[in-house]
DNA sequence: AATGAATGAGATTTCATTCAT
DNA sequence: CATGAATGAAATCTCATTCAT
């Protein structure tokens, strides 16, 4: 038997290119510094991905199931919807705030002209147990009627702007600026 | 005055930089690309720009100039506060509408680590007027407390992500849809 | 206007390309070393040719093509086609001779599983003019009948032998062995 | 008897090696694709050759050998020049015509550099017996004088080119067919 | 001996920039 | 000023070979 393919390195490698795309932008986004990175050889790479292009699609697919994982986790049902939804809010600000890296991934790349239609497909059937959760609200009267995508955008781009601001070191994660950030949220679409 | 040498010329290559980042994303924007797309020799591009990243930056500028010259239009105000808002929020709206290459050109670049930190404080300090503007809306006791940056980050994050989704042809832009999006907007900004 | 897109360029790359194989076996043929031979940066290469196989692609038809040109000179013309024919045989004898790079160029490639099928049936079609010509000798009884094709290899194949054999120092271009080489080749065809 | 390792794994990847010359042209020969055809891991293949390079040379040697053996079988011997040779250049062309992998993988190797000079003085040196019989038959005046290595290329070369056009589907390995292109090969060489 | 993941030198190709015209 | 062919540093990717298992 040969090494059996390594998990780890695959986990190495994909930590590397996010680290890199928080670290220098992703325009710079380069195979060599992603293998230096991830402390494996450059043709490693190719190993586990075909092209710089596989790569990111792959891994961006990951990192979105990653994110979609943490919007539904069981542990999040509540009592009532607000504060489920709150629970939801808060796990994702927090997930940002830990792995900013991946959430600035998904963001760059979405609209990065890099991803091929069938990853962006990809990205929007893994969100449709998020828009589920939203339809029902809305039937229950609980929120606000119209287009899911406007009222998850709604929620969604107000968080990573924040973080993004966070991360400029423009505002400080204070619980008052959390909160405030949550209660527009919340007011934004409830009823 | 060979200053500005060619006007014309200069926007062409100006229009041609957005409208590729709107077709190809900004990822693979290319000076060979931009050339061709502006109907003029690579070699030109140097007339006007010394490098790429003078022109990204230059232009970045420009059009981040322009857009706080929509917010900021005179003719917005209003005897409500209310009332100059919503005309605010249509004005860009309609302007991201109309130019969707011009808001996306400054939407992919202001965090794609392209950009110097000049043109980064440029563009923070331009926006300084729409920032005073909400605190007399605050200090009036009109909307919410808090950080401007975050209030404002509430306000334009949603309608990119909205204007994205029309781009993509997962909604339409109808009047209901428009509503919504104004409605949470200042749902969540309001007292 | 800029530098106009220099023929002699072309040229220059082309004729690299070609000592290349005859110096070093197509095996190692590498742009880099095609553009140090051409006294042109790798660049350049592809200002005219977008890719290698492209490149050899081009030159095989090319160089094929002046083969072509060299045996159906109008010069060689003649009352017998005996006369004729021995005039294109020496003809391409000692086109082969100055340039072996060419007919080793086009010998290597032939089979080398590098040329698109476009390139091989140009190959085959360009011929059609010699293959005209051995018909009618058939026709008129003056050679073997039977598929053209073979008639053909039968005379380019010992040439390409014999040339083989001579750059590889193991017998000389004498008066005597050139003779009987073609000696052998009128009485393979002749009835 | 750990020497030859296991016979069978060798023969697997020679003809593997040559297939693959046969199928896609000599000049992208890859050691993985050839462990790929030989059912085999990459690694293995450095069991029984220590480079490329010698399993191309020991390989080449092999297979030459085994076509030296074809043409001077003993049961060729006959009362006439004409029988025997006939008898030779049939076996010759039948195991090209079931072997082509191992004719075109000796013609595609013999010029293309890729050899030691050690492999093609082997070559040319256990081509004697052959050089002796055709000596033997021009002090026999029996067929032309003249050096032997051209005599003899008259024969070969014609019938590589021949099976190249079969293989391309040219031309059909009729009796018609094969039996010109014997009897332009007798004529050649007979006086 | 056999495996195949891992390596890294070196190949092809790209692209911002230069410069002769 | 304008051009676009030419450049070459740097990027992506390949593949013969090694080596841990």
Redesign the pocket.
Known sequence: ??????QH?LEQINKAACVLVLKTGFA?????DVAKEAD?????L???Y????ALINSLFKEVKSEIVQVLINPKHHSLSFYNTFQKMWLSYFNFCMKFPEKMLFVEHFFHSGLLSKQTIDFAHSIMEPVFEFIKQAQNNELIKKGDVLIIQSQISGPIHETIKLILANKIKPTKTNIHLCFEMSWQAIRK
């Open positions: 038997m040969a090494r059996i393919k390594d390195k710079g986004l380069k195979m060599a494996v050889a450059a043709g490693t190719y190993v586990y075909p092209t710089k292009e």
